[in-house]
Nanobody, 114 residues
Framework: VQLQAFGGGLVQPGGSLRLSCAVS????????VAWYRQVPGYQRQWVAT???????NSADSLQGRFDVSRDIAANTVYLEMVSLTSEDTGVYYC?????????WGQGTLVTVSS
């Protein structure tokens, strides 16, 4: 199982960004995909999940600014982020679990700054 997260970059406060997580070695309709982030000075935190069955949810602390979606044909899960602030700066990772083993992508850096 491999996950490749990409789409990070520099964005101004108030801006938007879409991250992608391309999955291989398993189907996203079989194993859900979750997004996490590592903000400087804090432990890695859960951001959002798109479950295999199609349900999705995100952390309450994000106040509805982040949303997940997927493209089944591309076996890819997306993280849509809007109204970004400097507190959203960090490395974003996607992850899935298969047969009790958790797999991680390499992470993509998001920097929110003017």
């Amino acid at each position: 199982v491999q996950l490749q997260a990409f789409g990070g970059g520099l964005v101004q406060p108030g801006g938007s960004l879409r991250l992608s997580c391309a999955v291989s070695g398993t189907l996203i309709t079989t194993n859900g995909v979750a997004w996490y982030r590592q903000v400087p000075g804090y432990q890695r935190q859960w951001v959002a999940t798109f479950a295999a069955g199609g349900a999705s949810n995100s952390a309450d602390s994000l106040q509805g600014r982040f949303d997940v979606s997927r493209d089944i044909a591309a076996n890819t899960v997306y993280l849509e982020m809007v109204s970004l602030t400097s507190e959203d700066t960090g490395v974003y990772y996607c992850s899935t679990m298969k047969r009790g083993v958790r797999f991680w992508g390499q992470g993509t850096l998001v920097t929110v700054s003017s």
